[in-house]
Structure formats: structure tokens, C-alpha cells
């Protein structure tokens, strides 16, 4: 039995089930059609997602859409959408581009999602109403056979670590998997034309857009050319399925598909691998936001940006910089080194300039050597208000570009030095140096 046959056993819904699924899908949506009725409810209710295109891999989430007629305002739309899902699952109000309600059924997760019902896509009110769309488009396009080729590729990218455009993943989403196959056939195809991407990738189906898009890849919407259906997928993501295919394709092993579990670095070779690389750890870290995590990467992303440029802007050299999301979210930064001399070079303007008087004016008795001039520049060796990153992170990181629930600093705190090899702290630093592919572990 080849790999993908393995895999696809593992991952593929035998009949009892489908059956099983069947009944939960049957039961919500009878209950949201009733208790619709109930309300005097103008709805139309549709299974959409890889449920409803049978392209789902064991456990999905079940996705069904409440279709409102596009003359409600959009205010009820999200009022009237709510109540009808809070009435049939208990669950949790969750945003994207408007409310909806997210839930769990014995295990699965459930999203019960309100949008417009649109004969067009140029109706389109938000980016949710293109879902009925998309749904008509791959079941029409998908051939029976190639259910089986979306499987595969989805749990090949699950295994890599790209599966998902929410903001956790920032990998590739399951419509984009399906046009792929779409596009190429199966499987196997994908991955041999992956490995001849390169950063702009541009792909489509039907007709190419108009519209130029700046990414990592392009792959045009075939049912709203001016959408890129890749738009989420970040640089790292493209570059780790790309170099996945590659060596897939040159050892074929089950890891790709189902990694083994990455275990933390025991501390003793932590420390080890500092002390032969000669840098330095610092890690601030922060009490975590309770929101959801595609509020709360976007801005542990802007955070980690924000305080990397803390430290640059203060002449400390950046090595390698992590996050780890536990009960607090650290940011792991190693630094060439955490202590710097206490001067600086400052240049100033050429000789030549008119502000050149002010420039000596200010330095000719501040700085810790006078002002010379090197290469038609004034020069002067200056004082540095920070030599230390751990200083420097603890008294100026509130001043830095952090996301907007971190500038708070609830629970911040930073440590160095020895500290960071302290109880519990594997998980943080393997963050930053494990870094092995999945399929290496």
C-alpha cells in the first residue's frame, strides 16, 4: 500500500461516518429552518464548507450559511442572524467582516454564519456573500475522483503546518486546496508544479483578472476576479509548502502527512547551543489578551515588529526573534550581544552644510570625544542614553508600535541573563531554536 493510500484511509469518511455527519447536518439544519419559521424569518438555510462539497477530512467544522433577502438592513441581518443561532447551538459570538455564532456538537465544531442571498457577486455587501458562490463553483468543477486529491493535499499542508487562512495559520484555505486541484488535476501534479513557483506565482482558472495584486501568490477568484484567493497566505507559509513538495517528492514518508510530536529542547542543550553560538536571549513577555486568536496574532505580530525595532533603533543586532503562545506571550529575542559600549559613532552633516555651526554647537562639549571630521562629515563619538536590551526593553517597551491589547503591558515583564534557563521555560526558548521542518522531527 503506497503512502497516499495509508493516508487517505486514516483521513478519508467511511460510511458510518458520513452517516454520522449526515445526522448532525440534517438535525441543524431542520432545527434553524424551524425555529426560522418560528420568528418570521424571510431565510433561506445552506450547508456550505468542505461538508457540504464533501472534500472534508475526518473531524470537520460544519459551516451552514442563513441566507437573509438583500432589502434587510444590514443591522437586522446581524441581530436576527445571532438570535436564530444562539437559539439552536450554545455557543460563542465570533466576528469576521459581521457576527456570527460558533459553537460545538459532539466534537465538531459548528459555525452558523449570516449573510445576503445574491444572484450576482456583484451584489456582493461583504466578503462572506461570495461563500454560496464558491460552493456552486467547486461543485461543479470538482470531479467525483478528485474529492479523494483534496484530502491528501489538505492533510499534506495540515502536517506541514499551512493548513488554514485564519490569522494563527496564515496558510493556505481549504478553497484555495480545492482550485488547486481544480487547476492541475490531483495531488501529485500540485506538488510537481510547486516546486517551480516563485515569490509572485501567479495562477488561475478561467480567465486571469485584471486587477494587480502584491503577494507571495496569486491564485484569481474564479467567481470575483478582483479577490486573490492567496491574499492570507504569508511568505514563510508558501516557502515551507514549496520546499515540502520538493522533498516529498525525493522520499516519500507518512511524517509529511502526520509529523511526530515536537517535544521541547531539554535546558541543558539549550544551553548548550547558546554558549556555542556566543549570543544572547532576552525575553519579554506579557499577560495574554483574552480574545480570539484572529484578533490576537495580528497583534502579537505587530507587537514582536514593535519591540524588534526597539531594539534595532538602539544599535542592538537581532539574530533570531520567536513568539510562544502559553498562559503569557513571550517574545524571544537573541541578540548578538545584550550589552553594547557606551558610545556610539553619531554622524553628522558635512562640513560644508549651514547646520554644520549647530551640529558642533551641540556636540563640542557633550559628546565623549570632540567632533571630527571623517570622509567631509562631522563626526562625534556620542553617549548611548541605553547600552543594556534588557534595560532598554523595560523602560521603553510601552513606548514602542505594540498591538492594541498590549500597550496596556498587563503583566509585563522581562528577564535575561541566566533567568532565561529558568523552571518551565523549555517550551519558550524551543520556540525560537527548534527549527526543524515537521516532517524532520
Request: aromatic share 10%.
Amino acid at each position: 500500500m503506497s503512502i497516499e493510500e495509508q493516508v487517505l484511509g486514516r483521513i478519508s469518511p467511511d460510511k458510518e461516518y458520513r452517516s454520522f455527519i449526515e445526522r448532525i447536518v440534517d438535525d441543524l439544519l431542520k432545527k434553524l429552518r424551524s425555529e426560522a419559521v418560528k420568528m418570521g424569518l424571510e431565510v433561506e438555510i445552506m450547508l456550505v464548507g468542505s461538508v457540504a462539497k464533501d472534500t472534508y477530512v475526518l473531524s470537520p467544522d460544519i459551516d451552514i450559511f442563513i441566507l437573509f433577502p438583500q432589502k434587510l438592513p444590514r443591522d437586522k441581518l446581524e441581530k436576527y442572524g445571532l438570535e436564530l443561532g444562539k437559539s439552536i447551538i450554545d455557543g460563542q459570538e465570533k466576528y469576521a467582516e459581521h457576527p456570527y455564532v460558533h459553537g460545538e456538537i459532539q466534537g465538531l465544531g459548528i459555525d452558523l454564519v449570516p449573510c445576503y442571498k445574491l444572484e450576482d457577486i456583484a451584489e456582493m455587501k461583504s466578503a462572506v456573500d461570495r461563500t454560496p458562490f464558491h460552493l456552486e463553483f467547486v461543485k461543479k468543477n470538482l470531479k467525483p475522483e478528485q474529492r479523494d486529491e483534496v484530502r491528501l493535499l489538505k492533510q499534506f499542508m495540515k502536517g506541514l503546518g499551512v493548513y488554514g487562512a485564519e490569522a494563527k495559520v496564515e496558510g493556505f484555505s481549504g478553497y484555495l486546496t480545492e482550485l488547486l486541484i481544480i487547476k492541475y488535476g490531483d495531488f501529485r501534479t500540485v506538488l510537481n508544479n510547486a516546486t517551480q513557483w516563485t515569490n509572485g506565482t501567479t495562477l488561475w482558472l478561467e480567465k486571469k483578472g485584471r486587477t494587480k495584486f502584491k503577494g507571495h501568490m496569486v491564485f484569481y477568484d474564479p467567481v470575483d476576479l478582483k479577490r486573490n484567493v492567496a491574499s492570507a497566505l504569508s511568505v514563510d507559509s508558501y516557502a515551507i509548502f514549496i520546499q515540502a513538495c520538493n522533498d516529498y517528492l525525493k522520499e516519500e514518508r507518512i511524517e509529511f502527512f502526520f509529523p511526530r510530536e515536537r517535544n521541547p529542547i531539554i535546558m541543558s542543550e539549550m544551553e548548550d547551543m547558546i554558549a556555542l553560538r556566543g549570543t544572547s536571549i532576552v525575553i519579554a513577555s506579557f499577560n495574554r489578551p483574552d480574545i480570539i486568536d484572529d484578533n490576537l496574532y495580528p497583534q502579537i505580530r505587530k507587537t514582536q515588529e514593535g519591540l524588534l525595532s526597539l531594539l534595532r533603533e538602539r544599535d542592538f543586532t537581532i539574530i533570531d526573534a520567536d513568539f510562544h503562545v502559553g498562559d503569557r506571550i513571550s517574545f524571544v529575542f537573541e541578540l548578538q550581544d545584550d550589552v553594547l559600549p557606551r558610545c556610539h559613532r553619531h554622524v553628522g552633516p558635512p562640513v560644508w552644510m549651514d547646520h554644520s555651526e549647530r551640529f558642533l554647537d551641540k556636540w563640542e562639549k557633550s559628546g565623549l570625544s570632540p567632533p571630527f571630521i571623517d570622509n567631509g562629515r562631522w563626526i562625534v563619538l556620542a553617549e548611548r542614553e541605553f547600552t543594556n536590551a534588557l534595560d532598554l526593553l523595560a523602560r521603553e517597551a510601552g513606548k514602542a508600535a505594540l498591538g492594541s491589547d498590549f500597550k496596556q503591558m498587563k503583566g509585563y515583564h522581562v528577564i535575561g541573563g541566566n533567568e532565561v534557563f529558568g523552571p518551565g521555560m523549555e517550551p519558550v526558548l524551543s520556540s525560537l531554536m527548534d527549527k526543524r521542518m515537521n516532517w524532520e522531527i
